[in-house]
């Protein structure tokens, strides 16, 4: 095969994998984005406001899982031979579980403490945690093999799963319920990824895989923290200063814009995978990658709002219920936040291709901080609506910072990569 053949196939293997990838990311999209209509028309603002809850604390503890377990998984064993991706999974995915199963417990104990209404949300939240990070890990060791259909079918299990968890969970009618539902259907495809990879979680292997990947691990787990605490912080702020409605009516614009929050979420399936391919076969390409990656989501948040703003108010109440009146005060700068974060990943990727922590690690504190500056400086200044546009101009900002650092970590690579000419 010629040079240019070759070319073309390693093209054409990429968008196969991306397109898996944005199949997969389609599919947990949709369900994250069914689940949140469903439990906010089911349960009303204050209700929902107390899943939202124990949803961002999922988003905090996920990312834990993530920065120990599964990124250090995608950034050194991306399109390695397959026994090494085996081997290596196997750790990997019984860091998780164990991860799931220790937070689990602090979950449910927080839960017990806490009583009231958020009480039994905690202590359900802390039950089902690790089969939610169990399936979450699958998606992240398949997307390294390059076998991103098989992601793809484990969110279908999960989506399908769902739908008899759900009709169950409404006739019950309460947080709790809702909340076993959708950890239950997350163990069904947990399971079902046990089949599909062949490989048993082996926990035993968990502190192994923590010790062996703590140069980066320790990193990504203080930035994936830094990033869902920020949330977790506005969230609670919020609830403090404005009320508990008020991050309802958050969650609600977010569910809104629900196709390209969880795209950005879980997109670092894809695209570190995928970047760290680039790096590897062509890193002159890098930097136009990360681009197309940061650019196409931008774009594609700010068609979303545009559309989202032409929405009639009867079709928003049939989506949100009463939720809507609140949310839909808040898709401007939802939008504009979820567009400037959608930039800055794509230079997030190539930040974690190029295995540099600690530039990432500082782009995502300053990131946080700003987040919780902005929303709770905001939300002190003008309420729910202050708040969403506080979150808007942090997100701008952080992203440029992500870019600079990128700019500036292809630089020392590139200067480290020519030796040096000595002259006598």
Known sequence: MTAEGEKRTAKRAMVGRLS?????????SMTNFAVGIYVARSLGLTAFGVFSLAWLTYGVVLNVSRGLATDPLVVRF?????????????????????IGAALGVVCL???LGLGGRVGPAFVCLGVVLPALLLQDAWRFAFFAAGSG?????????????????????????TVAAFLLAWGASAAVAAGYGCLQSGIRPRMTGARGWLREQRD??????????????????????????????????????ELLLGPFLALLMGLSLVTVAEAARVLRQAPHRLSRFCLFLGGGQAAA???????????????????????????????VPATLGVAGAGLGSGA??????????????????????????????GAAVAGTVGSAWGVAAATVCASA???????SALHERHHHSIPEVRTS
């Not at 898996?20 to 947990?28: V, Y």
């Not at 910072?401 to 700019?407: A, D, K, N, P, T």
């Open 348 to 377: 997030a990727a190539g930040l974690r291709a190029l295995a540099a922590a600690r530039r990432s690690l500082r782009c995502q504190l300053f990131a946080s901080a700003c987040y919780v500056g902005g929303g709770l400086g």
């Open 149 to 173: 259909r098989k992601a793809f079918a484990n969110d279908v299990v999960w989506g399908v799963a769902l739908v008899p968890a759900m009709v169950v969970a409404a006739h019950v009618g």
């Open 401 to 407: 910072v992500w870019w600079l650092q990128l700019r």
């Open 20 to 28: 898996w990838g944005l199949a997969d990311q389609a599919a947990s």
């Open 78 to 98: 991306s399109g390695v031979p397959a026994a090494s991706w085996r081997a290596a999974a196997v750790r990997s995915s019984g860091a998780a579980l164990g």
């Open 109 to 111: 104990l927080v839960g």
């Open 301 to 331: 948040a700010l068609l979303w709002g545009a559309a989202l703003l032409l929405m009639p108010d009867r079709a928003g109440e049939f989506v949100l219920g009463d939720v809507w009146n609140s949310a839909s005060e808040l898709i």
């Open 216 to 253: 980066l691990g320790y990193r990504y787990l203080v930035e994936n923290v830094s990033l869902s605490g920020a949330s977790q912080l506005r969230a609670y702020g919020l609830g403090v200063i404005v009320g508990v409605g008020a991050v309802g009516a958050v969650r609600g614009a």
